[in-house]
């Protein structure tokens, strides 16, 4: 297949193109570099099946010749991105999904939208299932990635309807691994870094808000499956392995066998307003549908990330 890849530079991304490579696919990356950098892909430069492209999904998009299949991945996720830059950020989900969309029907290309666990807000139901419809407060600093996610899941099952374009939804939950950036201020990066500089580690208010991390080589995985499946509705892909942010903050210590603190802080900035109390993602469906569950321990995938992180800390 010929397969574009909108935010083909950034985290979950970049490792995309390296699956898509394998399985023998031609990969087009496409990214604006906002958050994205080359660095996460120029093992790939002199690949013979792969190409790049430097552009903003907010304007419309042209790729030459035929493309049978779109992953929709561009967008800005991480809290303190969408903080900093929530018109950016309504921008990509809405006019960057509709160019995206628009360029599948043109096409004829399958389409997967990256969508987010976001959608369910801060939850009521617990796990999450795909049939919960969520509690997002659309007003709120959280609200303009939420209600983007949201509108383009809307989206695309309005071109789905209308057009008979074969779109699939995948709700992605916290994925981590190598290439995440160190500074983009999600957990993870925060703690690795705090943890290999010796700084304290920020655990935000009482640390009892739960998150459940997926590694990347799964995530890339569930969404290749979700990609040739015949399923149109959403999606959850992520480890159900669950845990308390403070729970995360003494693992990442015992893992990196670093001797920082734990600090409680509270943002006096927005990024903890609204900041879901739990979740873990209900998979049951793509188990059914995909035949796809995580596989990677925590252990195991942290570890990998730690080293990452140590090889380029000096670096950047
Ligand atoms: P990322 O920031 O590393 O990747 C996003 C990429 O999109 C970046 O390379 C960025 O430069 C690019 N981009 C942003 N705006 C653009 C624009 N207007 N035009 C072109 N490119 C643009 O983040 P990620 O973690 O790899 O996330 C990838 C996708 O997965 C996103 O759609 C995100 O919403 C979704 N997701 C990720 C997680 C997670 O935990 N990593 C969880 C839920 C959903
Ligand atoms: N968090 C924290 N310390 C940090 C960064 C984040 O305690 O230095 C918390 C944050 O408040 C949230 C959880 O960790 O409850 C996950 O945050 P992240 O930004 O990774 O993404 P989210 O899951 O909220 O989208």
Redesign the pocket.
Known sequence: MRILI??G?????SHLCDYLLEQGHEVIA???????SLRNIAHLRDHPRFSFIN????QPIHVEGPLDAIFH??????PVDYLEMPI?TLK?GAL?TYYALGLAKAKGARFLL?S???VYGDPLVHPQSEEYWGNVNPVGPRGVYDES?RFAEALTMAYHRTHGLQTRIAR?????GPRM?LN?GRVVPNFIRQALRGEPLTVYDDGSRTRSFCYVSDMVDGLYRLLLSDEPTPVNLGNPHEMTILEFAQLVLRISGSKSEIVFVTPQDERTKDDPHARQPDVRKALRVLGWSAKVPIEEGLAKTIAYFASILDEI
């Open positions: 909108t935010g530079a950034g985290f979950i991304g496409m990214d604006n570099l906002i958050t994205g552009h903003d999904v907010t991945l561009a967008s800005l996720p991480s950016k990509v960057g990256a987010t666990s976001e996610k992605i939950f916290n994925t981590y950036r983009d």
